[in-house]
């Protein structure tokens, strides 16, 4: 006797269905690797000499930022934090400026490249920190999120 035995089996269908599941995972790996790996904003390299002065009994004084050389800055795009570096409460109204808030009186530049200094002035609604004070001075560039630099600087 002959027995007819029935040879198709489901394994052609599973095949095509894993070949095509795993086209599209490898499509989806390879799509998050390339739309995933642009480079992060990078913050720009400077050196900076910053001094305060309270140059008088009645408050008033100046904080003064001045380049000493690397990138410039796009005044637009970094923001200053000025802190008691004590009790890290913050200073008048200069935290979380922008630099180009910070210029104080205003003027038209935007940008600060080597030999340049930008100044905020302390007055008598604004007054500046007491001769002596220790002050915590960052400045962050805010696109990537970076510091550029935080130092310590004493009134004089």
Sequence with gaps: MRSKNNEEAVSPVIGVILMVAITVILAAVIAAFVFGMSPPPKAPTVQLRISAINSTDAGNGTLKLTHNGGDALILANEKITVTDAVDDSPIGTITGLTL???????????????????????????????????????????????VITQMQVTVT
């Design 100 to 146: 180009i808030e910070f210029q104080v009186p205003v003027t038209t530049i935007d940008t600060l490249g080597a030999g340049a200094s930008i100044t905020y002035t302390w007055d008598a609604t604004d007054k500046a920190p007491a001769k002596g004070t220790i002050l915590k001075v960052m400045l962050q560039d805010v696109p990537s999120g970076q």
